[in-house]
C-alpha cells in the first residue's frame, strides 16, 4: 500500500473493499502502535540462560546476541587474554580499543573470564552450566571435550542441557576429526560449500573469472540464524519433554543449505552449476539494471508479469517471440542477452523514480482486473547504504538503532528483525569490557574466585 493525499494506493484486488480501504487509512497509527516503546511487554525467552564460549568465531558470537535480544540472560566466557574476536575489525577502526564486530554483537551480553585450562576455571564452568540452559560452544571441536568440560560431561550434571557446537565441519564423520583444527571462518565455510565458484561476473574473461564471495560474512550470519532456529526447537522439546539435547552446526553446511534448489538442480539435470550473474536460475528478467541516474531492481514472475512489462517500457514488439515463461529460463544464457539488450536499452532511458511511478500506476490499475492477466511487474530502486539510512520508512520500523556509551560514544547497529508485537526483542545494552560482570556472575552462579 502506498500512501497519496487522496486515498490509499492499494496493489491488490483483495484490498478494494470500502471496509479495507478505512482499515487501511490507520495504517501509520496500527504500524506507530505495534513499533512503539516495548519497555512494558514481556520478553519472550527471559528465564533461559545461555552461556556463550567462543574463539574468534562469529556465528556463536552472533547466535547467542540473537538470543540475547529474545531475552536470555547472555553470559560470555573468555579466557583472561580475551577472546582474538576483541581484535577483527575493517580497516583496523576500534573503539576504546575494541573491534567494531565484537562490539555491535555484544548486545545484552554479561562478560566474563575463566581461565578453562584450569582445574579452576573447569570447576567454575561446570557451576555456572549447572544452572544453564544453553551452552553454545564455538571452539575448537573437540577441544571441551577434551577438558571435560563438553556435551557428553556437562550432559550427565545437567540432562536438560541445550548444548549448541558451531564450527566448520560439525562434531562427528572422519572428516569433522580429521579437519578439526582449521579455524571456522566465513571464507573457508563459503568455499567449502561452493557458493564462490556461483557469484560473480559470468561474461568475464580469463583472469577475471575467479571465484567470488557472498557479501561480508553471509556464512556466519546463516549459520547463526540456523543456530538460532535449532536452539529455539531444543528448548520447545525440552519444555515438553524435560529432555536436553546436542544441536550440531556445521557452517559448511548452513551455506550449502541455503544454496537450496541450486543443488538439487544441478544433481537431477545432471548438470554442473555454473554461474550466470545477473541472471537468475528460474526465470527471467530478475535482477539489478542500470537506470538514467542509478540503478534498478526489475523482477517479473510470471508471463502475466513480463507482459505487463513490456507494456510499461512500451516494447510490446517483443511479447510475440519472448510469450512464455520457458522462453525465459536461464538454460541458454546467449539467449537470454539478446532479450536482455533491449530491456537495458529502454531502462536507461529513465529515471530511477520514473520507473518505480510507472510500475505503481499500472500495477494499481491491475489489481482491479479479476482475471489477474495484466500481471504485477515490479521495479524498485536499488538503495546505495547511504539512501536506506535516510529512507523515513526504516526509522519508523525502528530498522537502525543509535548507541551512545560511555567509553566509545555514539555509533549506530542494526536493530532486531523480527518486529514482535507482544514479545518484542530489544537491545537493552552493549557493553564488553573484559571480564566487566566477573562480580556479577560469579556471585550470582556461585563461582569460586582466588
Known amino acids: 500500500m502506498k500512501e497519496t493525499s487522496e486515498k490509499p494506493l492499494v496493489f ?16 501509520d497509527k496500527l504500524l506507530t502502535e505495534m513499533m512503539g516503546s516495548v519497555e512494558e511487554k514481556p520478553e519472550a525467552i527471559d528465564d533461559i540462560t545461555v552461556v556463550e564460549v567462543s574463539q574468534a568465531n562469529f556465528a556463536g558470537i552472533i547466535a547467542a546476541g540473537m538470543l540475547g535480544e529474545f531475552g536470555a540472560e547472555v553470559i560470555k566466557v573468555e579466557p583472561p587474554e580475551g577472546d582474538p574476536a576483541r581484535k577483527i575489525t575493517p580497516y583496523g577502526q576500534r573503539l576504546n580499543g575494541i573491534g567494531l564486530p565484537f562490539l555491535m554483537e555484544s548486545r545484552n551480553k554479561y562478560h566474563i573470564t575463566l581461565d578453562l585450562n584450569s582445574a579452576e576455571g573447569q570447576d567454575n564452568f561446570r ?5 544453564a540452559d544453553v551452552v553454545i560452544d564455538a571452539v575448537k571441536p573437540g577441544l571441551m571435550d577434551s577438558l571435560e568440560i563438553g556435551y557428553r560431561q556437562l550432559s550427565q550434571l545437567n540432562p536438560g542441557l541445550v548444548y549448541v557446537a558451531i564450527s566448520p565441519y560439525g562434531h562427528y564423520t572422519s572428516k569433522a576429526k580429521e579437519l578439526c583444527n582449521i579455524p ?4 573457508t565455510a563459503q568455499a567449502a560449500s561452493g557458493y564462490p565458484s556461483l557469484t560473480g561476473n559470468p561474461e568475464a574473461p580469463d583472469p577475471y573469472n575467479y571465484p567470488v564471495k557472498a557479501g561480508i560474512w553471509a556464512a556466519w550470519y546463516m549459520s547463526a540464524a540456523l543456530a538460532v532456529a535449532g536452539t529455539l526447537t531444543a528448548l520447545l522439546h525440552k519444555r515438553r519433554t524435560g529432555e536436553g539435547q546436542m544441536v550440531d552446526v556445521a557452517t559448511n553446511d548452513a551455506t550449502s543449505a541455503w544454496q537450496g534448489f541450486q543443488i538439487v538442480w544441478g544433481f537431477t539435470m545432471e548438470k554442473p552449476r555454473v554461474r550466470v550473474g545477473n541472471f537468475d536460475w528460474c526465470l527471467f528478467p530478475y535482477g539489478y539494471y542500470e537506470a538514467k541516474d542509478g540503478y534498478v531492481t526489475v523482477a517479473s514472475v510470471l508471463d502475466a508479469d513480463f507482459r505487463g512489462l513490456l507494456k510499461i517500457l512500451g516494447r510490446w514488439d517483443l511479447e510475440n517471440d519472448w510469450r512464455f515463461l520457458f ?30 511511478s510507472k510500475t505503481l500506476s499500472y500495477s494499481a490499475k491491475a489489481a482491479r482486473d479479476r482475471l489477474r492477466s495484466k500481471g504485477f511487474p515490479i521495479i524498485i530502486e536499488t538503495r546505495s547504504p547511504r539512501e536506506v539510512l535516510e529512507e523515513k520508512h526504516w526509522q519508523i520500523r525502528k530498522t537502525f538503532l543509535e548507541m551512545n556509551l560511555p567509553v566509545c560514544g555514539k555509533f549506530m547497529i542494526p536493530a532486531s528483525v523480527p518486529k514482535m508485537s507482544e514479545s518484542p526483542p530489544r537491545v537493552k545494552w552493549i557493553k564488553c569490557g573484559l571480564g566487566e560482570d566477573n ?4 556471585k550470582k552462579y556461585g563461582l569460586g574466585e582466588k
Open 327 to 356: 522462453d525465459r529460463i536461464t538454460d541458454d544464457v546467449e539467449k537470454l542477452k539478446t532479450l536482455e539488450a533491449e530491456l537495458k536499452k529502454e531502462l536507461a532511458k529513465h529515471a530511477r523514480k520514473e520507473l518505480v
Open 184 to 187: 571456522d571462518t566465513d571464507l
Open 12 to 27: 491488490s484486488k483483495h484490498l478494494t473493499g470500502k471496509a479495507t480501504l478505512e482499515h487501511l487509512t490507520r495504517f
Open 439 to 442: 562480580e556479577y556472575v560469579y
Open 127 to 131: 557451576k555456572l552450566v549447572s544452572k
